[in-house]
């Protein structure tokens, strides 16, 4: 190790294992003090700035950068990137501590990759919610599914690193346990279809009025994803049905007949029993 710290604390009469070790804890107060300082301003001045500019313009799809923290959640890839650059500074390379520290700064980029992933597709779900269409197919199974398959893939890539294995020898062992994967994610895997059955042949749309009395659920569809189908009835409560159960039993889509520029009214009138007899000739006179 050749640099001026260490020189000067050997010749001082420091030993040499003690001025190697302080020479890496001086460098590490360094390094993490400034990693610091750049993801305090990054979120400090970047993020507020960019917050604030996306809350103030005209438009209103860009909210959901706010509502799901995108730009929060990417500002963790600057101290971890920092710390990945400077590990050799920390500590020396050779040694177990080295090895340990670069598997928890791969792991720590797996979480942050993940989490900013989940956080894109939930932005790009609400963005699309906004501008889309009467008509138009969502796409929140398919975002769910996606999100699904990111923790899995996270997951993987984790224990890949943490075990030293290939990511993909990880995951041709669980395409193996075919059976148990399925049996994990039956209700995930019946929900992707029968979200992707309801959108592709056009069976529900949000805002659709439907009616299932199996469920008590008589109302508007107010979301769609891949494990449930929400719905607020007409007194303002909220049934959720399984979306499988839309495909696997009946139910009915008041839909057309909202098309068709009609509408059905359901009144309660209450009569008397006693009141109701023959109408005689002064009544029909």
């Known amino acids: 190790m050749d640099n001026q710290l260490y020189h000067f604390l050997t010749r001082a009469g420091v030993s040499e294992p003690y001025a190697s070790t302080l020479v890496y804890a001086a460098a590490g ?41 995108l730009l929060e959640k990417l500002v963790w890839f600057v101290p971890v990137i920092l710390l990945f650059q400077a590990q050799d500074l920390l500590v020396p390379a050779e040694s177990s ?60 890539f984790v224990l890949a690193i943490l075990t030293n ?37 056009d069976m529900v749309r949000i805002g659709d009025w439907i009616e299932m009395p199996s469920y008590g659920a008589d109302g508007d569809v107010i979301d769609i994803s891949i494990h449930s189908v929400r719905v607020r009835n007409w007194d303002k409560t909220i049934t959720t049905i399984p979306t499988y159960t839309l495909i696997a039993n009946s ?19 209450n009569i008397d029993i006693n009141s109701i007899h023959f109408a005689g000739d002064e009544e029909l006179a």
């Open 29 to 69: 107060i360094i390094i993490l003090g400034l990693t610091m300082l750049t993801t305090w301003l990054t979120r400090r001045y970047l993020v507020r700035t960019a917050s604030r500019f996306i809350a103030t313009n005209r438009y209103h799809w860009d909210d959901a950068l706010l509502k799901n923290r």
């Open 97 to 156: 501590a080295a090895l340990l520290l670069r598997k928890a700064l791969l792991c720590a980029f797996a979480v942050v990759t993940v989490r900013g992933l989940i956080a894109l597709l939930s932005t790009v779900n609400d963005i699309h919610r906004e501008l889309h269409r009467p008509g138009t197919i969502h796409i929140r199974g398919y975002v769910d599914a996606a999100k699904i398959i990111t923790y899995v893939m996270g997951v993987i």
């Open 165 to 201: 294995r290939s990511p993909w020898g990880l995951l041709s062992v669980l395409g193996g346990l075919t059976a148990v994967t399925m049996l994990i994610f039956k209700d995930s895997i019946l929900g992707f279809v029968a979200s992707i059955q309801l959108t592709g042949t």
């Open 251 to 269: 139910f009915k889509n008041w839909r057309g007949m909202s098309e068709s520029g009609g509408r059905r009214i359901k009144r309660a009138i």
